[in-house]
T-cell receptor, first 112, second 112 residues
Framework: AAGVIQSPRHLIKEKRETATLKCYPIPRHDTVYWYQQGPGQDPQFLIS???????DKGSIPDRFSAQQFSDYHSELNMSSLELGDSALYFC???????????FGAGTRLSVL | GNSVTQMEGPVTLSEEAFLTINCTYT??????LFWYVQYPGEGLQLLLK?????DKGSNKGFEATYRKETTSFHLEKGSVQVSDSAVYFC???????????FGKGTKLTVNP
């Protein structure tokens, strides 16, 4: 069965650079979620979108922005990267009304 | 706010041993409860869930019962295998919110 696809899987950036992470949800899923997992930490919710509208917001820095497109894929844009942004970024998707989030394999971002 | 507390690891067991990973939660309402598993280098996979009090979630030999009176959702397995070695996260989702709130994770290592 198709799963959540995230790209790239690994990304290396310098401080103050920008990064764009992409997420392709499971077909027919209309809701996407973004989480950040620091080294040895639990995943922290960043933001979610339902039908291309922001549906909930967590601890997402102002330097980050995200959107969901008409084909339901989502992108997380990160600017002025800091060393502390180094983490595993997960995208998850669900079908509106379902209570289960399906996670992608994540994008590992390293900021040097 | 909502929170999840799970026993700290790491937990090391021999194959065929009994496993318990404790999880308690704090929530203002009646959340749905989940256990996710993260194998090395991979994303989060839903292991099991329960949506209301006294529900029992089960999958692959793992079980957890939603106990409202003790606000707990402990994970158990009668006989672990080497392939169960992973990090296990307890999580909750409050009604009306999109986000999952995770515990800190418990690393399980099963030795042959």
């Amino acid at each position: 069965a198709a799963g959540v696809i995230q790209s790239p899987r690994h990304l290396i950036k310098e401080k103050r650079e920008t990064a764009t992470l992409k997420c392709y949800p499971i077909p027919r899923h209309d809701t996407v979620y973004w989480y950040q997992q620091g080294p040895g930490q639990d995943p922290q919710f960043l933001i979610s979108f339902y039908e291309k509208m922001q549906s909930d917001k967590g601890s997402i820095p102002d330097r980050f922005s995200a959107q969901q497109f008409s084909d339901y894929h989502s992108e997380l844009n990160m600017s002025s990267l800091e060393l502390g942004d180094s983490a595993l970024y997960f995208c998850a998707s669900s079908l509106g009304g379902e209570n289960i989030q399906y996670f992608g394999a994540g994008t590992r971002l390293s900021v040097l | 706010g909502n929170s999840v507390t799970q026993m700290e690891g790491p937990v090391t067991l021999s194959e065929e041993a009994f496993l318990t990973i404790n999880c308690t939660y704090t929530a203002t309402g009646y959340p749905s409860l989940f256990w996710y598993v993260q194998y090395p280098g991979e994303g989060l996979q839903l292991l099991l869930k329960a949506t209301k009090a006294d529900d029992k979630g089960s999958n692959k030999g793992f079980e957890a019962t939603y106990r409202k009176e003790t606000t707990s959702f402990h994970l158990e397995k009668g006989s672990v295998q080497v392939s169960d070695s992973a990090v296990y996260f307890c999580a909750l989702r409050e009604g009306g919110s999109e986000k999952l709130v995770f515990g800190k994770g418990t690393k399980l290592t099963v030795n042959p």
